[in-house]
């Protein structure tokens, strides 16, 4: 008798979580196997627990993990005003809005460019305004006092003063001019008091001021000089 019974020897075969394998009809030797890959090979992975979402199950290189991320749902913080920061809470979110209040509720004012010295910027209700207002001094400095002067000249050292080297003629100016007008008769003299306009000069390498013109002959044995007065500076150009 001649068998017809397929002889399918030892069969052996590797399947995989979820697969199946057929065994086919006929003989087997009894060395065949069906073998399932391991959990270890089939869940490879890196997540920790702290990267899987709290109370959640995984598994990971055949290992069972329960996750510890913290889940923080929607996050809608109040209205940032400017300078401030919201930090963001280490865990999931499903998301959120974060806004800011406008420059205008942050910046509110009356001020208008008429109110702000002219060529600087400031902002008012969420608008930059450059200033048209004119600067007015109102303060200065009594940098020296002349008194019972009858020289031709009077100079002043003004290194002392932070910025000496930029300013001007301009930025000085005197008060309580007393002018006399001399009266020379032989070894006498005589004053009288009058008006007079003594000229500032000033030297801004040297950091010297010349108050010049201060004596001056209006006629023989009669001269007009500055006799006392106070040397202002004006304080906004010392910087």
């Known amino acids: 008798v001649i068998g017809t019974m397929t002889n399918n020897g030892a069969v052996r075969k590797t399947l995989k979580a979820g697969e199946s394998y057929t065994i086919a009809e006929g003989y087997h030797d009894g060395n065949g196997s069906i073998t399932v890959s391991g959990l270890t090979e089939q869940t490879t992975g890196d997540a920790k627990a702290a990267e899987i979402l709290a109370g959640k199950i995984a598994w990971v290189n055949g290992e069972r993990v329960t996750g510890s991320m913290k889940n923080n749902g929607a996050l809608n913080p109040n209205a940032l005003n400017a300078g401030e920061s919201y930090p963001i809470p280490a865990g999931y979110t499903s998301g959120g809005t974060v806004t800011t209040n406008s420059l205008a509720s942050q910046t509110q004012g009356d001020a208008t460019e008429e109110d702000i010295v002219k060529g600087k910027t400031a902002w008012v209700n969420g608008k930059s305004v450059t200033g048209t207002k004119e600067e007015v001094i109102t303060t200065a400095y009594c940098i020296d006092t002349i ?26 100016f005197l008060t309580d001019v007393v002018c006399y007008m001399w009266h020379f008769a032989g070894s006498a003299a005589s004053a009288h008091t009058l008006s007079c306009s003594p000229k500032l000069s000033y030297d801004n390498a040297s950091g010297v001021l010349t108050i010049s013109s201060a004596s001056s002959a209006i006629a023989q044995y009669y001269y007009v000089s500055l006799y006392s007065a106070k040397i202002w500076i004006i304080p906004e150009i010392l910087a």
Do not use: A, M, P, Q
């Not at 100079?155 to 930029?166: A, F, L, M, P, Q």
């Open 147 to 172: 008194s019972s002067n009858t020289e031709s000249s009077i100079t002043v050292d003004c290194k002392s003063y932070d910025g000496w080297y930029n300013l001007t003629s301009n930025d000085f």
